[in-house]
């Protein structure tokens, strides 16, 4: 018989057999190994800056996801397991600050971000982004207020609480405060279309005053169907919220799917296109949208194909690094899906915002960078989002 004329039961075989084979290949472990993070310092060549020091300033920390630098030198971070905790001279405190609420640590949920209030050395404002358990399984990304004293944090009440979510994404928020005043946070929603949903406040970056009441200025306050403290909708999951210190401006970044990761221009009663448009594909290969932008959706300022996983960002304006002005930093936890591929990304930009080029650094150190800081001192400091998760400083050396 010709090999061409096989009976259909032999040729359902053969693609049978390679569908399996296919399905082992794609299950098949893969990575980088990850070694545990040395002692340091480290030293690192980059591009514009000759060498520069990494130091390890404090270990022992539970995948730490945010900072925050306090007046009199303390920092503060949250431990993804819900412990916040002060830094003072790269030496942790080994009593945790109490007061802080309970969280919901399935997945990527747990607690997060944590912000001061501008006036925080009049009112001891702090602000905290975190999954609140609702029970069944489920989780409500939650932004919280308290005022810290000594060790606590007392009078601590939701300012709010989003709609329950019963999977292990799109979990996660960030707050930043404008120069308006006004209270910016971010929520998830990479499920479904709940992004584009008006009448939900998940994935979404939501404006209120700083008691959480909401301002009668935000862009849909009056329009049927519309949640009221929505300020932009069509956002994934941003990882990262801040004001540009340059202008102003409110940037984020979010995590596409397999490729997509973005920065975004926030501009008040914008669609950013997620899930309708992305640069990204699902997880197992095919494109979110066939088109990567539409008219009446916002374009993003930057792409990352394919997705580096962007967490924390900064833009550095101090003179300890003078030729990285105006630089864009944004930490990466892994590389086109790569376990073991976290880094530094720096972004130069010219005068009228537009990529110039883009640096990776530190990923000899294989570490999953959460958070990415600049300090009052003008250095740079990360964490590093492991079990044993660390402080890391960056300086120049002479």
């Known amino acids: 018989m010709s090999r061409w004329r096989r009976p259909l039961h032999a040729v359902a075989s053969l ?14 472990p893969f990575g980088m190994p990850v070694p545990p993070l040395g002692p340091g310092p480290f030293e690192i060549q980059t591009a514009e ?76 404002f702090v602000y905290l982004t975190y999954t609140k358990p609702t029970g069944d399984g489920r989780g409500s990304p939650a932004l919280a207020r308290g005022t810290l004293r ?26 930043a405060f404008g120069r308006d005043g006004m209270v910016y946070m971010s ?16 994935g979404k970056i939501l404006r209120l005053n700083d008691d959480g009441s909401v301002p009668k200025d935000n862009p849909f306050v009056g329009m049927p169907g519309f949640r009221p403290e929505i300020f932009t909708l069509g956002h994934r999951n941003t990882l990262g919220l801040i004001v540009h210190p340059q202008t102003g401006e409110i940037w984020n970044h979010e995590n596409g799917p397999n490729g ?22 699902d997880y197992p290969g095919p494109r979110v949208s066939p088109h990567p ?15 580096i996983a962007v967490a924390g960002m900064a833009v550095y304006t101090g003179d300890r690094f003078p030729a ?26 010219n005068g009228r915002m537009e990529e110039m080029r883009r640096e990776s650094l530190l990923r000899d150190l294989r570490q999953r960078i959460r958070e990415v ?25 002479p």
């Not at 630089?327 to 720096?346: D, K």
Request: charged share 20%.
């Open 324 to 349: 990285w002005k105006g630089n864009v930093l944004v930490g990466a936890m892994r590389e086109g899906e790569i376990p073991g591929t976290g880094h530094l990304q720096r972004i130069v930009f």
């Open 150 to 175: 000594d060790h606590a944090l007392i009078d601590v009440r939701d300012l709010v609480v989003t709609e329950a979510f019963p999977g292990n994404s799109g979990l996660n928020g960030r707050v």
């Open 373 to 397: 800081r600049q300090g009052p001192d003008g250095l740079i400091y990360l964490l590093t989002d492991e079990d044993d998760g660390a402080m890391l400083r960056l300086e120049p050396m």
């Open 49 to 124: 800056v000759a060498k520069v020091r990494v130091s390890v300033l404090t270990r022992g920390l539970s995948h730490p996801w945010a900072i925050a630098f306090l007046p009199d030198g303390r920092l503060l971070v949250t431990e993804r397991p819900g412990r916040l905790r002060f830094i003072r001279d790269g030496a942790l405190d080994p009593q945790p600050i109490s007061g802080v609420p309970q969280v919901r640590t399935d997945g990527n949920g747990g607690l997060m971000d944590v912000a001061l209030h501008p006036r925080f050395t009049d009112n001891g």
């Open 260 to 281: 997509g990761d973005e920065i975004n221009v926030i501009v008040r009663g914008r669609n950013y296109g997620w899930p309708v448009v992305s640069f990204g594909r």
């Open 15 to 28: 693609l049978v057999g390679a569908m399996v084979s296919l399905q082992a290949q794609e299950q098949r």
């Open 293 to 307: 932008t539409q008219e009446g959706m916002e374009t993003p300022l930057l792409v990352w194909v394919p997705s």
């Open 187 to 202: 929520t998830g929603g990479n499920t479904g279309k709940v992004s584009q949903d008006p009448n939900s406040l998940r």
